[in-house]
């Protein structure tokens, strides 16, 4: 059913309140959100990228296939997902399909490197990582690798995008 509900807004008191009141906010999810939209519009774009075009069916049937194999993976509401993917049309998807899992999104800048990586790993352990097979000259699944061994975090599933390496999924 695309129209339950993902997630929900945890209370957080007076301000949440007043958000609520004054209809800035509701107890719906992105994730909803982007579902009811493409319950009503299919066929209409809602990702562009160069000469690409992805309808809203065709995004949510992206970010459906990923929850679910994120699912089959153990991913349930609550578990962490790291992320560092440029602005691909691909990034949407992952992000969509991430709240659609119920997941913790941790997205990561893609410029992001070692140092950087070592803290974010270390502060966050991930169930999920997803990256790029290179971007800019960098093989992020290598980077990942090292991090990953360095910080003694081991996610229960890897995910390339673009490319394909040993032990990660595509």
Same mark, same amino acid.
Request: charge should be neutral; include cysteine.
């Given at each position: 059913?695309?129209?339950?509900?993902?997630?929900?807004?945890? /209370?957080?008191?007076?301000?949440?309140?007043?958000?609520r009141r004054d209809g800035?906010?509701?107890?719906?999810?992105?994730?909803?959100? $982007?579902?009811?939209?493409?319950?009503?519009?299919?066929?209409?774009?809602?990702?562009?990228?160069?000469?690409?075009?992805?309808?809203?069916?065709?995004?949510?049937?992206?970010?459906?296939?990923?929850?679910?194999?994120?699912?089959?993976?153990?991913?349930?509401?609550?578990?962490?997902?790291?992320?560092?993917?440029?602005?691909?049309? +691909?990034?949407?998807?992952?992000?969509?399909?991430?709240?659609?899992?119920? /997941?913790?999104?941790?997205?990561?800048?893609?410029?992001?490197? +070692?140092?950087?990586?070592?803290?974010?790993?270390? +502060?966050?352990?991930?169930?999920?990582?997803?990256?790029?097979?290179? $971007?800019?000259?960098?093989?992020?699944?290598?980077?990942?690798?090292?991090?990953?061994?360095?910080?003694?975090?081991?996610?229960?599933?890897?995910?390339?995008?673009?490319?394909?390496? /040993?032990?990660?999924?595509?």
């Amino acid at each position: 059913d695309h129209m339950r509900q993902f997630t929900t807004v945890p /209370a957080a008191g007076p301000l949440l309140d007043r958000y609520r009141r004054d209809g800035v906010t509701t107890e719906e999810s992105i994730g909803t959100f $982007f579902a009811r939209a493409a319950s009503r519009n299919p066929w209409l774009p809602a990702v562009r990228q160069g000469g690409q075009r992805f309808t809203y069916r065709q995004v949510l049937d992206q970010v459906e296939r990923l929850a679910s194999w994120m699912a089959g993976q153990g991913v349930r509401p609550g578990a962490v997902v790291t992320w560092q993917l440029p602005n691909w049309w +691909e990034a949407s998807v992952d992000e969509y399909a991430i709240w659609h899992a119920g /997941a913790v999104s941790n997205p990561v800048l893609p410029i992001c490197r +070692e140092h950087e990586l070592r803290h974010i790993l270390g +502060e966050l352990e991930s169930d999920v990582v997803i990256v790029p097979r290179t $971007f800019r000259d960098c093989d992020h699944v290598a980077l990942f690798e090292s991090v990953l061994a360095d910080a003694g975090v081991r996610p229960a599933a890897r995910l390339v995008v673009r490319g394909s390496a /040993a032990g990660w999924t595509s």
